[in-house]
């Protein structure tokens, strides 16, 4: 079959996986102890839940984003000649 028809290579696979990667570590930052009727948890507020994992989901999305939307290099060369 000839690579020239399908729109990812192998490095756009790569990426996508390290992007999935870093989102599923983003949401991972974001568990911790939850709070009760009858007791509250304080750690819901703390800095690695509030700022740091959705910044990091963000960074995985993000990534994502550009490894769908990356060209690969030999469709790129290919178009270029004709």
Known sequence: M???????DKTN??????GMAVVILGFLLMTGPS???THFEP???SV??????????L???VSIIYAVVRRPRDVRKGSDEA
Do not use: M
């Open 35 to 37: 709070s009760s009727p």
């Open 13 to 18: 696979f790569i990426l996508l996986a390290a």
């Open 48 to 57: 690695r839940r509030i700022r740091v994992a959705p910044l990091v989901c």
């Open 43 to 45: 750690d819901i507020f």
């Open 59 to 61: 960074a995985g999305f």
């Open 2 to 8: 000839n690579r020239e028809k399908f729109a990812f």
